[in-house]
Nanobody, 115 residues
C-alpha cells in the first residue's frame, strides 16, 4: 500500500496550491479519502473528506469555502485544491485512506504560506 502526496510548496498569502495523492496497493474506489494537516507544535487535524459512496464531502470549518477535495477513481488519485491561502494554513498535509478498521497514510507534503 502506498499513498504519495505531491504539490506542496511555498506560496504567498492569498495564493493557491493543488495537492495530489496517488494511491496504490488497495481498491481506491472503496475507501473514504481524507486530507489532514499538522502544523509545528500542534496535533494533526482533519481538513477534508470525500466518501467512497456517492462522493459527498465534508470540510473543517477553518477551510470551508476555500478548499475543495476531489477524486479521480480511474487514476487512483485524490486532490485538494487550496485557494485564498492564509499563513495559518502552513502545515504538513497528509493524505489518508480509511475503510472500517483499515487506515493508510502518506508521508506528507509541506505547505508554507508566507510573504
Amino acid at each position: 500500500v502506498q499513498l504519495v502526496e505531491s504539490g506542496g510548496g511555498l506560496v504567498q498569502p492569498g495564493g493557491s496550491l493543488r495537492l495530489s495523492c496517488a494511491a496504490s496497493g488497495f481498491t481506491f474506489s472503496r475507501y473514504n479519502m481524507n486530507w489532514y494537516r499538522q502544523a509545528p507544535g500542534k496535533e494533526r487535524e482533519f481538513v477534508a473528506r470525500m466518501y467512497s459512496a456517492g462522493g459527498s464531502v465534508t470540510y473543517a470549518d477553518s477551510v470551508k469555502g476555500r478548499f475543495t477535495i476531489s477524486r479521480d477513481n480511474a487514476k487512483n488519485t485524490v486532490y485538494l485544491q487550496m485557494n485564498s491561502l492564509k499563513p495559518e494554513d502552513t502545515a504538513v498535509y497528509y493524505c489518508n485512506a480509511h475503510k472500517y478498521a483499515q487506515d493508510y497514510w502518506g508521508q506528507g507534503t509541506q505547505v508554507t504560506v508566507s510573504s
